[in-house]
């Protein structure tokens, strides 16, 4: 099966997307939304895609027949206006990280999705790749014993990007926790589930201090610490200001797992990509995994060719509970930190 795709939104990581569809085996980009005619016509052009393919507005491209999955990059308050018009429009919606603004915005998309019988998946991308696969089955496999501490940072400095940038404007959905802070929050959550047998886990506390931009009112950097049952604890850290430690750590009775580079394999310049098990006392050993395809968005695209071929709704990788524990989650570190947006009124 090869899926029809199209693009709505043809911004930074539309294009990372459209590459990672060349390598697809299961899907073609045929599509392109943009909110003018000469933007979506710039994109298609540099993947193919025909100059009546390429659409004035997002509307437009959901009209289109020949699209069967929607793949929506637009900065995140645009995000559940989009889906929901996606999923009505019958299209089956990949829709970027974070799902949402909030929980109610969350649970409006999910709805949608519901009474339209379409697939719908929030895109961690990297819940799909090999790296991330094989840590839960260390876990799964008792590799570490049982899992006590979880620690996952993701930072990186995005002021060269400058004050224009959607990750520094607040009605945009700015700041650290919405922009990467998800990633250590998920990882979090999928860690303390795989180690009590099931897909992901939800917090049962969250606490956390950071520093919120007096101008911009965006989060500059956070730091959250978590408890789950059976005894987990967690400790995210994420910021826009540097370049520094990305990595995960999970500690368990026997020994630990170190991931420098979980979220963006793809980018090797980030960290190198390699999965450490430490038996305490002993030296690190490396763990091999299979890479068959080592475009990161290759192998989520295919994963959701996978789940619609198969008539599912939802991705095991990042399923609809997970993606509302989610969006729960990151709400309560927003509300902890007192990080608000225009959506939340
Ligand atoms: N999974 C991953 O690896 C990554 C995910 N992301 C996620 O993807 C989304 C987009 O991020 P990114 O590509 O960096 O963002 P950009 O700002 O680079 O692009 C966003 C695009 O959305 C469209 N858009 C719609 N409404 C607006 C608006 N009001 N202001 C600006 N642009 C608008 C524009 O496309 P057009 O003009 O064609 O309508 C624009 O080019 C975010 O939600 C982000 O979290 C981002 C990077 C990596
Ligand atoms: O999801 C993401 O991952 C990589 C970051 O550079 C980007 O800003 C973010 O949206």
């Not at 519901?114 to 998946?121: A, C, G, I, P, R």
């Not at 580079?261 to 450490?276: G, H, Q, V």
Request: hydrophobic fraction near 40%; aromatic fraction near 8%.
């Amino acid at each position: 099966m090869s899926l029809k795709w199209g693009i709505i939104g043809t911004g930074s990581i539309a294009h990372t997307f459209a590459i990672g569809l060349k390598a697809a085996k299961k899907g073609e980009l045929v599509a392109i939304g943009s909110r003018a005619k000469e933007t979506a016509v710039k994109f298609g052009s540099q993947y193919g895609v025909p100059e009546d393919k390429c659409y004035a507005t997002y509307a437009d491209l959901l009209k289109d027949p020949s699209v069967d999955v929607v793949y929506i990059s637009t900065p995140h308050p645009q995000h559940c206006e989009v889906a929901i018009q996606t999923v009505q429009a019958k299209k089956h919606a990949l829709v970027e990280k974070p799902f949402a603004m909030n929980e109610e915005e969350a649970t409006r998309i999910l709805a949608a999705a519901k009474e339209n019988d379409v697939f719908l998946m929030e895109a961690y991308m990297y819940r799909c790749h090999p790296q991330t696969r094989k840590i839960v089955e260390l876990i799964q496999t008792g590799a570490i014993g049982q899992v006590k501490v979880i620690r996952a940072n993701f930072a990186f400095n995005g002021f060269p990007l400058g004050s224009d940038s959607r990750l520094w404007r607040n009605e945009l959905g700015g700041g650290a926790i919405l922009d990467i802070g998800g990633y250590p929050m998920s990882f979090a959550r999928l860690i303390a589930g795989v180690a009590n047998n099931q897909g992901f886990a939800n917090p049962t506390e969250i606490k956390a201090v950071g520093h919120i931009q007096p101008d911009t009112k965006v989060d500059e950097w956070t730091i959250a610490s978590l408890s789950f049952d059976d005894k987990i604890s967690a400790q995210l850290f994420t910021g826009i200001f540097a370049d520094t430690d990305s990595s995960v750590t999970v500690l368990g009775s026997k020994g630990s797992i170190t991931a420098p580079n979980l979220w963006r394999p793809d980018l090797p310049a980030m960290a190198a990509m390699k999965i450490e098990l430490t038996e305490y006392g002993k030296e690190p050993e490396q763990v091999p995994f299979d890479l068959p395809e080592p475009n990161l968005y290759a192998i989520e695209a295919d994963a959701v060719a996978d789940a619609i071929s198969q008539g599912e709704k939802q991705c095991k990788y990042m399923t609809w509970e997970d993606s509302m524990g989610q969006i729960r989650a990151v709400d309560k570190w927003r509300k902890e930190i007192g990080l608000v947006y225009p959506s939340d009124n």
